[in-house]
C-alpha cells in the first residue's frame, strides 16, 4: 500500500458521499469487478490474485465521474477505471485497493456519422457495430473478446485485433479522434484532447483521466464471409497469411494462422480441422471471395468451411478462436498454457523459430498492419513450467531478433512499450498528481 | 506491311458486309481514331505519326463484334480495338492499318451491385462512377484521363492510378473479375475468362481478344477532399507522401508529389503554388481531414487549398494535374518535354537521382501499392534534346537500381513488362491465330 494514499477510509461514508450512484461492497461482487483475464499469466496470477478494491461505482454522467474525482482527491483514494474486464495484463486490477469505477452504464452513442461516431466509454463493441451497421459503418479494430469488451476499455488497454489488418493499431494516428476526460488534480476539470494529443490517454490503462467520451474513427461495414482454409504445411500457411495480408485487390479483416495441434482446441470448430493440419481462420469480404479461392488454390489450400456474412452472424463468429480468444480455448482444455506476444518481422524469422518450437510452443499468427507493411503477430501458446524457462524463451526469441511484448508484467512500459513515454508521464504529473489513478501500473510516474 | 494481312482490301466493300454499324472512312477523322496521346514521346511521334486505319466502324452489340471478327478473319484484315484513345505509347494505334473498333457504342452498364459491377468495355470512367456513387460505391482506380477514359481502355491499356495507393495495380488479383472476349479463330466464337484467367487480357492492348463486357471489383466510395500542401524541400515532400501512404488511420485516394519547377505549369492552381515551393496533390476521405492536418504539421507543411467533395466536384479535380495529366500541363508550356516511368524503390535511391536532376529532369511521385508497400512511382518530366540522351538517362537511373517502364516504345514488353509473358502469347496463338489483333504489339508472338 502506498504512503501518499489513505488507508483508512471509511467506505461506507464514503459511498454515501456518492449518493444517487449505485455502488457494490459485497465481497464477491468486488471479487469479480476487481479482476481480469490476467489468469492467462501464472505470473501475474501470483502477483495480482489477491488484489481487490473496496467500493465499486456505476456513474451514468460525467457529472458523476467529476463527483467521484472530487471525493477520490478529497480523501487520497486511489480510482481504477475498468471496462469491460477482459483484458489479459491485469489492466483493470486495483493495485491498492480503492474505489473501482466502472464504466458499464456510461453506454451511450452520442452521435452516429459516416466515417465517425462519438460514444461513451462503457459501450459494447458488438452492440456498437450493430448500430453501426445501420448506416454502413463498423468499428475499425476490434479484439477477440468483441462481444463484450467496451470501446473505452479496448482504447485504454488494448492495441489491435481484427480490422488491423487493414488500419493497424488503435495508436495510428487517424485511429482515434478526441476523447473528453475528468482529472484527479485538487480541481478536478473536464479535459478534451483531440489529434495527436490523444496518445496521452491511449493504452494508458486509465493512469491519465478518467474517459467520459471519445470520438472513433469507422470503416465502410463489408459483409463479411468467414472462410476456413486447411494446409499440410505450417509454413505454406503463415506464407498464404502474408499474401493474403498483401492482396492488394481482396478486401479482408480477419487472417489468422495456426499451427497444429492448436487445432485441437477449437471444440466446435473439430468437423473443420483435420488432425494434424495447420489452418488459416479468416474474414474477408463477400465480394472478393472469387479471388481468395484463387489464393487459396495458389498456396494449395483447402477450404473446408466458409460462411456468408447472414450465416456466420447466427453462430459463433471465427473471430473468437483468434488473437488471445485462442489461448482462452487452449486454456479451457489444458489450464496448464500460457502465452507470449511476438513480432517476428520476417517469415524467415518465423521458420526458424518455428523449427526450434517443439511441444513447448504452440504458434498462432495475427496479421496487422504495422508501420508501412501486414506483418504477422504471433501469440504463441506455450506449455507453462516455470517463471525461469519462460523468461528462458523470452531471451531465446529476443536473441535472434524478434521483439516479444511480454504479457506477463501489469505495468504499462514493462509490456508493449519498453519504455518511459516521458509525454504520458508529464500529462499524468498534470492530471492526476497525487497519483490515484490505477496506481503502480505507470512505472515511469513518481509523485 | 505484314505479308500474312491482305494488302488489296476494298473496303468500301467491307463497309458493306458490316451494313447496319456506322462505319467512318473520311480521311480526317480515320486520322483521329488511329491515334492517341503518343505524341508525348518524340520516339514515338517519328515512329507512329502515319499510322492509320482504314475503316472505323461502331458495334453497339457483341453479336456485331462477332460479325466484325468473322469478316477480319475472312479476309485477314487486321484489326485494332479502341477505347477512348487516352494511352501514351500508341496501344490502339493500328501499325498494319485495317479495321479500327471503337468501343464507345459499346456503353451500357449491364449491372451494378455493391462490391462488384459489369459494364461494356465502352463504358467512360467518370460516367460509371456517378451511377456507381449512388448505391455507395466506385471504381477502385482511375487514371488521370478519368473524364473521357473508358473502361476497357483501362484494362487494356492501363495500369493504375488514383486508387491505387489501396487497390494497387489492374494486374492485382481481384480487381478484375472477368472479361468476355471474342476471338479471331478461323470461326470466331465468344469466350469467358474469370479468376486468375483474365491476366490473359489484361494489359494486352486488345491483342488477345475483343472484350466485349468485363466485371470488376469496386470500393466503397467516400467524399474524397482535394487538398494541397507546399512544403520548402523536395525530399520532406516525397517523405510526407510516403508517411500518408503509410497512414493507417487516414483514408486517402491520391498521394501526388511534385517537385518545383513543376508547380509552374499547373496554370489554374497558381494561387495556392507559392514559387520555389514543392507540393503534394492529395486526395483524402474528408472524415480524415484532421488527422491528415496533424501529419502535415509533423512535415512542417502548409495546406494553400482545400475543398470538401462537394466543392471540388464543381471544378477541376486535382486528380487532373497527378499521373500522365503533369506530362500533358507542361507540354501546353513546352512542347519539348517528355517522360520516364520510374520505380525508385527508396526514398533513399529518390534523393540519389533528385540531386543528379538539374534542369532535364523534373520530377513527380504518384503512390501506388505495390505488392507488400505503398511506394513512389516517379513520372518525371524531362527536357527532350536526343534519342541518345534519353537512353542515357534512361541507363544512369537503371545503373542505380532504379526501374524504368519505358513509355517511348510501343510494344508490350519493352514496356513495364521487360519480358515475354508466354501465357499471354500462348492464349494469343490460340484465339488470334492470323496475329490480326493489333499486329506488331505482342513482341513475343509470332504467327
Known amino acids: 500500500?502506498?504512503?501518499?494514499?489513505?488507508?483508512?477510509?471509511?467506505?461506507?461514508?464514503?459511498?454515501?458521499?456518492?449518493?444517487?450512484?449505485?455502488?457494490?461492497?459485497?465481497?464477491?461482487?468486488?471479487?469479480?469487478?476487481?479482476?481480469?483475464?490476467?489468469?492467462?499469466?501464472?505470473?501475474?496470477?501470483?502477483?495480482?490474485?489477491?488484489?481487490?478494491?473496496?467500493?465499486?461505482?456505476?456513474?451514468?454522467?460525467?457529472?458523476?465521474?467529476?463527483?467521484?474525482?472530487?471525493?477520490?482527491?478529497?480523501?487520497?483514494?486511489?480510482?481504477?477505471?475498468?471496462?469491460?474486464?477482459?483484458?489479459?495484463?491485469?489492466?483493470?486490477?486495483?493495485?491498492?485497493?480503492?474505489?473501482?469505477?466502472?464504466?458499464?452504464?456510461?453506454?451511450?452513442?452520442?452521435?452516429?456519422?459516416?466515417?465517425?461516431?462519438?460514444?461513451?466509454?462503457?459501450?459494447?463493441?458488438?452492440?456498437?457495430?450493430?448500430?453501426?451497421?445501420?448506416?454502413?459503418?463498423?468499428?475499425?479494430?476490434?479484439?477477440?473478446?468483441?462481444?463484450?469488451?467496451?470501446?473505452?476499455?479496448?482504447?485504454?488497454?488494448?492495441?489491435?485485433?481484427?480490422?488491423?489488418?487493414n488500419y493497424g493499431q488503435i495508436s495510428d494516428r487517424g485511429n482515434l479522434r478526441r476523447v473528453r476526460i475528468v482529472t484527479l488534480e485538487a480541481q478536478p476539470q473536464v479535459m478534451e484532447l483531440s489529434g495527436d494529443e490523444v496518445q496521452k490517454v491511449l493504452h494508458a490503462y486509465g493512469t491519465t483521466g478518467i474517459i467520459t467520451e471519445l470520438e472513433i474513427a469507422l470503416a465502410p461495414a463489408y459483409p463479411w464471409q468467414e472462410v476456413i482454409v486447411v494446409f499440410a504445411d505450417f509454413m505454406t500457411a503463415a506464407k498464404f497469411g502474408q499474401a493474403l495480408s498483401d492482396s492488394n485487390g481482396i478486401v479482408k479483416k480477419l487472417v489468422s494462422i495456426h499451427a497444429a495441434p492448436i487445432t485441437r482446441y477449437f471444440a466446435a470448430l473439430q468437423n473443420y480441422l483435420p488432425e494434424g493440419k495447420h489452418c488459416a481462420l479468416l474474414m474477408v469480404s463477400e465480394y472478393d471471395f472469387a479471388p481468395l479461392q484463387d489464393l487459396v488454390r495458389e498456396y494449395q489450400g483447402e477450404i473446408t468451411y466458409s460462411k456468408s456474412a447472414s450465416e456466420a452472424i447466427k453462430g459463433t463468429s471465427l473471430l473468437e478462436f483468434t488473437w488471445n480468444h485462442t489461448t482462452l480455448h487452449a486454456r479451457n482444455v489444458d489450464s496448464n498454457l500460457t502465452y507470449l506476444q511476438t513480432f517476428y518481422f520476417t517469415l524467415d524469422r518465423l521458420e526458424q523459430l518455428y523449427q526450434q518450437a517443439g511441444d513447448e510452443i504452440m504458434i498462432h499468427l495475427e496479421f496487422l498492419r504495422a508501420g508501412n507493411k501486414a506483418v504477422p503477430a504471433g501469440l504463441q501458446l506455450i506449455r507453462y513450467t516455470t517463471e525461469a524457462r519462460l523468461n528462458e524463451i523470452i531471451r531465446n526469441h529476443e536473441s535472434q531478433g524478434a521483439f516479444i511484448a511480454n504479457p506477463h508484467v501489469y505495468t504499462i512500459e514493462d509490456g508493449g512499450n519498453k519504455q518511459i513515454d516521458p509525454q504520458k508521464v508529464a500529462f499524468k504529473q498534470k492530471v492526476d498528481p497525487y497519483g490515484l489513478l490505477n496506481p503502480g501500473k505507470m512505472r515511469g510516474f513518481s509523485k
Open 1 to 165: 500500500m502506498n504512503a501518499n494514499t489513505n488507508t483508512n477510509i471509511n467506505y461506507q461514508a464514503i459511498a454515501k458521499e456518492l449518493a444517487g450512484m449505485e455502488t457494490i461492497s459485497d465481497r464477491d461482487r468486488l471479487t469479480k469487478l476487481s479482476l481480469d483475464y490476467y489468469h492467462f499469466s501464472p505470473i501475474l496470477t501470483e502477483q495480482l490474485q489477491d488484489k481487490r478494491g473496496e467500493l465499486a461505482i456505476f456513474p451514468t454522467t460525467e457529472e458523476e465521474i467529476v463527483r467521484v474525482a472530487h471525493t477520490c482527491v478529497k480523501h487520497k483514494i486511489p480510482l481504477t477505471v475498468r471496462g469491460a474486464g477482459t483484458g489479459n495484463y491485469g489492466q483493470c486490477i486495483p493495485l491498492q485497493g480503492g474505489i473501482i469505477l466502472d464504466t458499464a452504464k456510461m453506454n451511450q452513442i452520442k452521435w452516429l456519422k459516416p466515417g465517425i461516431a462519438c460514444v461513451q466509454p462503457g459501450v459494447k463493441m458488438a452492440a456498437f457495430d450493430k448500430k453501426a451497421r445501420e448506416i454502413g459503418w463498423e468499428l475499425r479494430m476490434a479484439p477477440s473478446t468483441y462481444r463484450t469488451a467496451s470501446i473505452g476499455g479496448f482504447i485504454s488497454g488494448g492495441s489491435a485485433g481484427m480490422g488491423s489488418v
